[in-house]
């Protein structure tokens, strides 16, 4: 059975807090541009997602037009939207 020594418990100590400090100056030297890289990836995919819905709505636009169909919902302007009714409404006087 090994005991633990006075020595090796400010080792080790020591060692923990070497490695915190120089993995907090690694991070301010690459955090900066790993942040970067996924900004800039994000974005890219965020422009290429754009291209492809504005591709898709303009295939849909372009069939829409060959078929020169055009629809009217009349049903809506006749009739508006009702309101609902919640409940009475009670006025209420002050008393002196």
Do not use: C, H, W
């Amino acid at each position: 059975m090994q005991l633990a020594s006075f020595s090796g418990f400010v080792r080790t100590l020591f060692y923990m807090i070497m490695f915190y400090y120089v993995f907090k100056f690694l991070a301010k030297l690459f955090l900066p541009i790993l942040v970067k890289k996924a900004v800039e990836k994000a974005g890219e995919n965020f422009q290429q997602q754009q291209q492809y819905a504005q591709q898709q709505y303009a295939q849909n636009n372009r069939r829409n037009n060959n078929q020169d169909e055009i629809i009217v919902d009349t049903a809506r302007s006749k009739n508006p939207k009702e309101t609902k009714k919640v409940g009475e409404y009670v006025d209420y006087e002050e008393i002196d």
